[in-house]
């Protein structure tokens, strides 16, 4: 059983950036994949950007060059560097982790980033 609490959300104008913030705490060594979903309302969630531990990231297209995925494996916690943001961009966004094999999962609660004028 893996716990995650994400930070960093919030208010934002378009063209400005974010940091989300989200650290691990129990079974962290079975974890495999960290990243980040997110999900707007009366849309599905969707893949934002994820990591393995062999070093392995992908970023969705409308993340690419926009949106950098690091993590710390030392201290359990993955963020997600938000640049240029646009109003498309707005959504929770939901910390994610899977375990080797893919037997497990869980989730954050989410955090609100808004992108307006």
């Known amino acids: 059983q893996v716990q995650l609490v994400e930070s960093g959300g919030g208010l934002v104008q378009p063209g400005g950036s974010l940091r989300l913030s989200c650290a691990a705490s129990?079974?962290?060594?079975?974890?495999?994949?960290m990243g980040w979903y997110r999900q707007a309302p009366g849309k599905q969630r969707e893949l934002v950007a994820l990591?393995?531990?062999?070093?392995?990231?992908i970023y969705a297209d409308s993340a690419k060059g926009r949106f950098t995925i690091s993590r710390d494996n030392a201290k359990n916690t993955v963020s997600l560097q938000m640049n240029s943001l646009k109003p498309e961009d707005t959504a929770v966004y939901y910390c994610?982790?899977?375990?080797?094999?893919?037997?497990?999962?869980?989730w954050g609660q989410g955090t609100q980033v808004t992108v307006s004028s």
């Open positions: 129990g079974s962290t060594n079975h974890i495999n994949a």
């Open positions: 994610y982790t899977e375990s080797r094999g893919g037997t497990f999962a869980s």
């Open positions: 990591t393995t531990t062999g070093g392995s990231t």
